[in-house]
Structures are given as C-alpha cells and as structure tokens.
C-alpha cells in the first residue's frame, strides 16, 4: 500500500516521437552544468549536438564499430560501449549524470513499450538524473493518453498525433 514514505521517482520523462524531435529537445533540456549520458550514440550526432550546451557528455552504444568510428569522427569527445540493459555498467561509468538522451534500437514500436518503461524505471531509479528524454513512438504516443486526475474537470486528451516515427 502507497503512503508517505514511499520511494517516489523525480525523473521527468520526455517522450519523442523521431530523430528531429530527439534532437530539438537538446537547447530546451540541456544546460551548461549538466552531465549527459546518451545511450545509443551510433557515430555520435546527437552527442555531438548536445556537447556545447553542457559541461560534459559521454556518448555510448553496444555496437563496438560504432563507438570506433564516433571517436574516429569526434575525438574531443568521450565515447563508451555500453549495454543499455545493463544499468549497472552505466552506475560504473563513475559520473553524477543530471541527463540521459536514450536512442536504442527497437524501442519505438508499442509492442516494446514494456521494455520501454522498464528500462527508465531503471535507469531513474539507479542514476536519478533530473530528466531522461527518449526516442520512442511508442511511449509518446501512451504518454498523450494518460490524464492524471487531480480532481475537478475531465482534461482534454490530445488526439492529434499524427506524425511518422523514424
Ligand atoms: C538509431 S541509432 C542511434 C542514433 C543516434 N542516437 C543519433 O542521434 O545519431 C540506434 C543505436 O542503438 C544502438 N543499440 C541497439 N541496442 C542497444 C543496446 N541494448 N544498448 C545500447 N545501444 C544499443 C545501435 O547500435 C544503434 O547505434
């Protein structure tokens, strides 16, 4: 049974739905104090992006050739392979991170948006940045159904979403 002691997450969660919305969230999330985790970095974009709006930005991915090339392409840049799965081994990476930017394969379509919750549970659970946005369909399109109610009128629901995910 809830009651006041109860662990509460403090993470926001902020769903996009593709690659330009992923990336648009940058100058409105990231501030120059913050240390950021991407996870699913490829050839290290984003990461890129995110680097001057922040103090420090750590890029990674599970794919070993990805993390090569991005450190080929973007040597100012720390790069790492990491297993989104295993949060443990983010813990590891030994830094206070205050964002996390998640872009992993496979995570869009609604069939995953289990695994989609489950991996920011985990992630606001063990890190407990200030926010985790995340490229997922999925969880945006979930997120525009849900209304918490707090009492008094019946909230509209944005039905408007109309978009491709990429
Ligand atoms: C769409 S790409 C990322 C694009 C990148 N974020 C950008 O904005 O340019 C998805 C990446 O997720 C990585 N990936 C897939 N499964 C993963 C996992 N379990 N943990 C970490 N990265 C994963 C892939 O290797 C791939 O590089």
Redesign the pocket.
Known sequence: MANERQFKLKTQFIATRN?RE??ATIPVWVTKNDVVL??????????V?IAPFCKEVV?????AE?IERARQRHPEIEFAL?????VRAALDLGKKFTKV?I????LSGYRSLLDVIALLTAYATVLRPEAIVI?SGALKQFASRCVPWRGGERAAVDTNEAEDD?
Request: aromatic letters at 12%; hydrophobic letters at 25%.
């Open positions: 690659v992923y990336r991407e996870i699913g970095c490829e050839w290290g974009t984003t990461t992006e890029g990674t991915d599970i794919s990805c990491l297993d989104a799965f295993d930017y872009d992993v394969s496979g490229k990429e």
